[in-house]
């Protein structure tokens, strides 16, 4: 195997495998929870609808109605469930690196298949968790009547107190769920957060850090904890808002941080691998920097929010800046003259705004 980019010689679907390889704990843990739910049965949806970008998939009602009196003389009336349609879109997204001869010759000829599969695992993780944050984004961006049942239903907002209770607390997440899902908020899994608040839980003596034992026999924390039962993410890519001191006359309110932790429950997010024509690939430019070979990567996924559509189907791949527009954003809904909405009680999904 050579320790340097060879396009004779690379194997784009050897390196894929490494690459699919490459142990991520936060994308394992999120599995794990199940809050993110593959759905590749939906891959092949997207090739006979609108230019194989954007598919309408439908979600199917539950049963439901009062029941009738059975006493010999009540008609039956039947009712009809409701069917729901989603739009989702895919999220493409490509990259490039260049390895120069000299890097190898000075550096004794590193294996390049195990270090740089190992680099590019990571770096797309990085690139589906900023997909993923800007899509919670632009959903609790929406606008409308029933949209803000879910976002207005879903936010637990304490930041506004100045009393203390202002701060991430013991009964913070569980209040949140509850205010979310009431009786079914035992769906929720998995919370992730900023590492401040992370700190301050643990300084509560609230969050205990899972552990692990490296290759040496020494115990380790990693970067996941438990609250509530729940598995905690700590992450500092989680969106963060600085508020500035205002002064009145006679008071100053302090300037402080907003933090938001967002809370996935199972099967919140659906999780579909289009996959692109070329996902690797590499070239070689004999003349720049004395010699250097390029790796290219390409990918296209769909990160979908369960019961909430994507609703810009002009839109080939969006951004990020696009996927955080709530109005881009709806509530699944009947597609009927008067639409009836996905029930947000049904999607278990919240966030958290706190000072920490």
């Known amino acids: 195997m050579p320790s340097i980019f060879d396009s004779k010689n690379f194997n784009a679907e050897v390196f894929g495998a490494y690459v699919d390889k490459t142990p991520n704990l936060n994308r394992n843990e999120l599995i794990k929870s199940r809050a993110v ?81 190992s680099q590019v695992g990571e770096y797309w993780d990085d690139v589906d968790q900023k997909t993923l944050l800007s899509t919670l984004k632009g959903i609790f961006s929406m606008t409308g009547a029933d949209n803000l049942k879910f976002v207005n239903g879903h936010t637990y907002d304490i930041s506004a107190n100045t009393d203390g209770t202002g701060v991430f607390g013991a009964t913070t997440l569980n209040t949140a ?90 099967g919140a997010i659906e999780y579909t691998n289009c996959g692109a024509k070329t996902p690797y690939e590499v070239d070689r430019d004999a003349k720049v920097n004395g010699g250097q070979d390029m790796l290219y990567s390409r990918q296209r996924k769909i990160f979908s929010p369960y019961g909430i559509s994507w609703t810009d189907s002009a839109i080939i791949s969006p951004t990020d800046t696009q996927l955080e527009t709530g109005s881009k954003w709806s509530l699944a809904n009947s597609n009927e003259s008067t639409k009836e909405y996905f029930p947000h009680k049904a999607i278990p999904i919240a966030r958290i705004i706190t000072r920490g």
């Open 37 to 117: 739910k593959q759905r590749q049965d939906i891959a092949g949806s997207f090739a006979d609808q609108v230019g194989g970008n954007y598919a309408v998939i439908p979600i199917f009602g539950r049963i439901g109605g009062d029941a009738l009196n059975y006493n010999g003389s009540t008609n039956i009336t039947a009712t009809s469930t409701k069917t729901y349609t989603q739009g989702r879109v895919v999220v493409g997204r490509m990259k490039g690196w260049a390895e120069k001869d000299f890097s190898y010759d000075i550096t004794g000829g590193v294996d390049f298949l195990a270090q740089t599969a």
């Open 177 to 266: 769920m509850q205010k979310a899902l009431g009786d079914n908020k035992a769906k929720f899994s998995l919370a992730i957060m900023h590492s401040a608040v992370a700190t301050n839980l643990e300084n509560l003596q609230l969050l205990e850090y899972m552990k692990y034992t490296d290759k040496e026999g020494i115990q380790r924390n990693l970067a996941l904890g438990t609250l509530n039962g729940r598995v905690v993410l700590i992450d500092d890519g989680m969106p963060t808002e600085d508020v500035a001191a205002v002064t009145t006359v006679g008071s100053e309110a302090p300037a402080y941080t907003k933090y938001t932790t967002y809370v996935l429950g199972e």
